[in-house]
């Protein structure tokens, strides 16, 4: 316990000396003043005008730390394509696991940089109209496991409920498979049970017994 508290106070010692006296500071002077009067901007998640709106991030997210919010002026990308809404980015619930990154359809499928990052989405340059329009080569299995995350919830829904019932099939199967092994290991104990009956009421007939038995 002492060597934990010396542990605490050695860090926030040396902790509170960079940031305050620049002693061994290795953090650039803009951040060290933005930390010193708390003005530290968090850096952007989503890059509104490069995103097509498919609402695929939000779709796969495990924890619905995305959210798909209604845009005020709907935007024609291309003929037949209108985007009328984008994600937001809530960090609390995110667990950083990247999906919205990997299925998002800019980098999926056109190869450019996502336009949503749990950490910084960067700077995404991008004009869409041209972009949807050039041809690309892609795998229909690939095409196929990337849409279905790109519209429909239903089809999460679906999946994780043929999830849990090949779970309880599985369980149903474990316990019916001890539920046997359960009536073997009685009816081993009963055969078990006859022969010590037999041996016992062999061992207690008496000796002559025996003896004359072999005789005749």
């Not at 010193?36 to 495990?62: E, M, Q, R, Y």
């Not at 989405?121 to 041209?130: R, T």
Request: net charge negative; proline share 3%.
């Amino acid at each position: 316990m002492k060597n934990l508290l010396r542990i605490m106070l050695e860090g926030a010692y040396g902790n509170f000396k960079k940031i305050f006296f620049h002693s061994e500071c290795l953090t650039d002077m803009e951040l060290r003043n933005d930390i010193l009067t708390a003005n530290v901007k968090t850096t952007d998640k989503v890059s509104k005008n490069a995103c097509v709106g498919c609402g695929g991030c939000a779709n796969v997210c495990p924890t619905g730390a995305v959210s798909m919010e209604k845009l005020e002026t709907p935007e024609e990308l291309i003929k037949g394509w209108i985007k009328d809404e984008v994600p937001k980015l809530n960090s609390e619930k995110c667990i950083f696991c990247y999906y919205c990154h990997d299925f998002c359809p800019i980098y999926a499928l056109f190869g450019e940089n996502a336009t949503i990052h749990p950490n910084d989405v960067g700077n995404v340059d991008i004009k869409l109209g041209e972009l949807m329009n050039v041809p690309f080569k892609i795998s229909n299995d690939k095409l196929a496991f990337i849409s279905q995350f790109l519209s429909d919830k239903t089809l999460l829904n679906n999946n994780t409920s043929a999830i849990n019932n090949l779970n309880n099939n599985t369980d149903n199967n474990i316990d019916n498979n001890n539920n046997t092994d359960s009536n073997n290991n009685t009816d081993n104990n009963v055969d078990n049970n006859i022969d010590n009956n037999i041996n016992d009421n062999y061992n207690n007939i008496p000796t002559n017994d025996l003896e004359n038995s072999g005789d005749k």
